[in-house]
């Protein structure tokens, strides 16, 4: 069957550090892949959407420059969090998928501010 | 944007009872999802929904696509069906997900 993965399930970082996070996709070709983030107390919201091949499509108010992501090939994504502070906190879930299929997503990866 | 409107808010049941979560969207959708998602923050994938309904176990998913609407049906509930229910939906045209904001079910024995 479709599973992703994501490394690490939780973590802490100190203010002003940086924190990459992996996503790893298995049984299927992940074309495509999005990083949302929920902050606490809200529902996700859609960082970026990255298509093998073609440019990472950025959401309103998240950038590259804040949170770089790489897509090498059609089974793994990581995405680093530069520069933490306490608003970067919360769960970053990662959505993989081919074409127009259905998303499959991952368990998550919860980052800790300090 | 993309909108996905969900209620009730939250839900307070007796155990036995069925639930049923509604969930609005703002834009045509290809497909509606309704995911639960556990206390650690994970989500549980319960269905996908192009239009139509669609089954499985007490779970019933039923979309209206030319309404832009949804609902989630739980018969006979369980105190372990208590959380938090998110539905997602995938506009046409666009593989970007919305998530509502979630409905917080709660189950009394």
Known sequence: GALVYQYPRRTICKSGTSMRMECQAVGFQATSVAWYRQSPQKTFELIALSTVNSAIKYEQNFTQEKFPISHPNLSFSSMTVLNAYLEDRGLYLCGAWTGGAEQFFGPGTRLTVL | ?109
Not at chain 2, 10 to 20: D, F, I, K, T
Not at chain 2, 23 to 34: D, G, H
């Open chain 2, 1 to 109: 944007g993309q909108q996905v409107q969900q209620s009730p808010a939250s839900l307070v049941l007796q155990e036995g009872e069925n639930a049923e979560l509604q969930c609005n969207f703002s834009s045509t959708a290809t497909r509606l999802q309704w995911f639960y998602q556990r206390p650690g923050g994970s989500l549980v994938s319960l269905l996908s929904n192009p239009s139509g309904t669609k089954h499985t176990g007490r779970l019933t998913s039923t979309t209206v696509t030319k309404e832009r609407r949804g609902s989630l049906h739980i018969s006979s509930s369980q105190i372990t069906d208590s959380g938090t229910y998110l539905c997602a939906m995938e506009a046409y045209g666009n593989e970007k997900i919305t998530f509502g904001a979630g409905t917080k079910l709660t189950i009394k024995p």
